[in-house]
């Protein structure tokens, strides 16, 4: 016996799971936009990575490094994970133009995310900024998966151009249905292009929705995210009511290294979704 | 057994290393290389840094012979007992590329084998150290197994710090000099006649380990005598931290000009952060052999003051040296406290002696705090119309 007798053996789940990555195969890739592809992956030994609409995973690429994603599958079918990925950065660009059959490594999942089942019995408006629609979709998939449990449901997104809307497909399926209203902007109009031009803080001001029955979830670019989040409490939204999900650098996605703190945020652990109560003072600091 | 205070004579104390060695504990403990007091694998006591003393003050370390033969007689050592518990670089894991994927093995593939370790001469900051270490690496939802395989069997022999360095600053924390907790066995050494330690146990295995050691039983005069070296050494700590409020003074610093000034000498050279013991940031590095077949993951030490810490997407959200400064305090001496409940400093002072630029924590937090009542004087003069009782 020790100073130290408090320390039985590490539980073994806890030793292999944080940091071991998995294999996954990719098994769908299809080209989003121009710099942007939703991968689908399987683990190769079947078992499904559950998650709930929110989570990121660090996917490794071998040999080139590992990033954090955010997890934009169905969490209805958790043995296809999907990852919409941007190619901005080395390893991103090499998961981009990674084919299906190649063989990735996965941690996770990790992070707190959208709640959304908060908001049973109330009206959800979500609001996206670009790949910001990529976290957000499923929570929508799941919302909309129990569609009974809540009351009106409303995504506004904002695109920079018509070419970079992502899964237009999809929201265009949406915005055929009667039970979400789907409004779209975009930065900057482009040939062909017959809808709303402008940004999506003005879709904000526009969308008529009772703000004190209203749970409100946004993602996107900070800043776009910050001005989303003033134009709502404009709107008379309590900030608690009000979600981000923040990125910062997440690298060990467990709160152990350190790099995505926020003053005493980790915000892989704490986050990545906040509520804006909590992160207004902060985000409003430069270089925090 | 022995339940109370003990004493040893030079010769118990060699007797106390070895049985520490023959029950299969590596010791490390301070000993002397490139002019400098480190923690190494001793094996007897010829291989502490007896009769030698050290300076330390903002950017300055040196060692000095001293009038006597201490064997514990300088202040904290370059390394803490994160060198050994958190190692700069350590295996995550191991993969190897199989037929259809892969294979991945946690460690260097040497689990079986933990090691046992047995700090020797551990001073009272580094004990706190080590209490805050555990909390964040072992007490959160997600344990480092690398700390806790390291930590598990620890043996801590701790030595009450007899002459503190102009860095030095535990007693504005409460965490020195004189070892109260989080050890097996506690030394306090007594010069001036007959060469001894008083031993206090501070665990079952302490007392257990003493029992097979030529102790004695120490008298009214040893328990007097390590009493004064103790409070002649905290009477020699001059250097002053008020860390009363200080989480609400650097939540609300952060814009103050003390970080700009700051950043004119800092070099974000991570030095401080290096010997910080406390510190636990980190980042991994990937090795690949050259037929790609295996990797190698090692955890590194990382530090708030590169610019790729915080970078995302290319980008650093803390470009300037001053953010990453601010971060680095406003970490330690308020996100500390919401995260883990205390300040993540225990006052061994080793940032300030290890600076080259000789940026002295303690005097640049009084600075900050001055410059924050200066201003919140200035602003209330400003807005004089206010609720005399409103302090916002």
Redo the contacts between chains.
């Keep these: 016996m020790t100073a130290t007798d408090a320390f039985g053996p590490a539980p073994a789940t806890v030793e292999a799971g944080w940091l071991l990555p998995r294999p996954f195969r990719v098994v769908t890739r299809r080209q989003d936009t121009a710099d942007t592809v939703t991968l689908g992956l399987r683990a190769l030994d079947g078992a499904p990575l559950r998650f709930a609409p929110g989570a990121f995973t660090m996917v490794e690429m071998f040999g080139v490094g590992e990033v954090p994603i955010s997890i934009s599958g169905d969490p209805a079918s958790p043995e296809l994970l999907e990852h919409t990925i941007r190619d901005v950065g080395a390893v991103t660009h090499a998961l981009v133009g990674s084919e299906p059959g190649t063989v990735v490594g996965v941690r996770g999942p990790y992070g707190r995310g959208w709640q959304v089942r908060d908001a049973t019995g109330q009206d959800l408006l979500v609001v996206a900024g670009g790949i910001g629609l990529a976290p957000l979709r499923p929570a929508l998939l799941d919302v909309l998966a129990h569609r009974g449990d809540y009351g009106r449901v409303i995504l506004l997104y904002g695109a920079r151009r018509a070419e970079d809307i992502l899964f237009a497909d999809e929201l265009a399926r949406w915005a055929a249905r009667r039970d979400i209203e789907v409004q779209i902007s975009v930065d900057y109009r482009t040939p062909g292009w017959q809808g709303r031009v402008g940004l999506v803080t003005a879709l904000v001001a526009q969308a008529g929705f009772d703000a004190e029955r209203t749970l409100t979830l946004v993602c996107g670019p900070e800043i776009m995210m910050r001005l989303v989040a003033a134009a709502l409490l404009e709107r008379g939204v309590p900030a608690p009511r009000v979600r981000l999900s923040l990125e910062r650098n997440m690298h060990c996605g467990v709160g152990l290294c350190g790099h995505c703190q926020v003053r005493e945020l980790f915000v892989c652990v704490d986050g990545p979704v906040l509520s804006y109560d909590r992160v207004d003072a902060l985000l409003s600091v430069p270089e925090l | 057994m022995s339940d109370g205070t003990s004493l040893l004579d030079l010769a118990g104390l060699q007797s106390l290393l070895e049985c520490l060695r023959s029950r299969g504990y590596t010791v490390i403990g301070p000993t002397m290389r490139d002019g400098a007091v480190v923690a190494a694998e001793i094996t007897r006591l010829e291989d502490l840094p007896r009769g030698w003393g050290d300076t330390q003050r903002p950017g300055s370390y040196r060692l000095r012979p001293r009038e006597d033969a201490a064997l514990f007689g300088f202040a904290a050592p370059v390394h803490s007992p994160k060198a050994t518990l958190f190692p700069a670089d350590t295996t ?2 191991r ?1 190897t590329r199989t037929e ?3 294979d ?1 093995e ?1 460690g260097d593939g040497d689990q079986d084998a933990p090691p046992r370790y047995a700090l020797f001469g551990v001073r009272s900051c580094d004990l706190r150290a080590i209490e805050l270490q555990d909390r ?3 007490g ?6 690398d700390y ?2 390291r ?6 022999v701790a030595a009450t710090c007899s002459d503190p360095s102009g860095s030095c600053f535990c007693t504005s924390l409460g965490t020195g000099p004189r070892p109260t907790r ?3 066995l506690a030394l306090t050494e007594i010069l001036g006649g007959e060469h001894r330690f008083l031993v206090e146990v ?5 007392s ?1 380990l003493l029992a097979g050691v030529p102790a004695r039983p120490a008298s009214p005069a040893d328990l007097s005598a390590a009493d004064r070296v103790a409070r002649t050494a905290a009477e020699h700590i001059l250097r002053r931290l008020d860390v009363d409020g200080l989480r609400e003074v650097l ?1 609300s610093a ?2 103050s000009p003390v970080w700009d000034e700051v950043a004119t000498q800092c070099l974000a050279c991570m030095n401080c952060t290096a010997v910080c013991p406390t510190c ?5 590095a ?1 090795s ?1 052999d050259l037929t ?1 077949g295996t ?1 190698t993951r090692h955890r590194v030490w ?1 530090s ?1 003051f590169s610019t790729e ?6 980008r650093s ?4 040296v001053a ?1 990453r400064y601010r ?1 680095w305090v ?2 330690r001496f ?2 500390w406290v ?2 883990f409940q205390s300040v993540g400093c225990v006052g061994c002072g080793r940032c300030i002696t290890w600076c080259p630029a000789g940026i002295d924590l303690t005097r640049r937090l009084a600075d900050v705090r001055a410059e924050r009542e200066t201003a919140t004087a200035r602003a209330r003069a400003l807005a004089p119309t206010g609720d005399p009782h409103d302090r916002h």
Excluded: K
């Design positions: 995550l894991w993969r259809d994927g892969f991945v946690l964040v690496l072992d959160r939802a997600v344990v480092d197994p806790h395989r930590r598990r069997d620890l043996f801590v989080g050890f097996d501070g665990s079952p295995a302490g257990e939540q952060a814009g636990f940031c980190t980042s991994v990937d690949t790609g990797t990382d708030c810490y915080s970078a995302v997407h290319g959200v803390r470009a300037g953010a971060q406003t970490h308020a996100a919401d995260q």
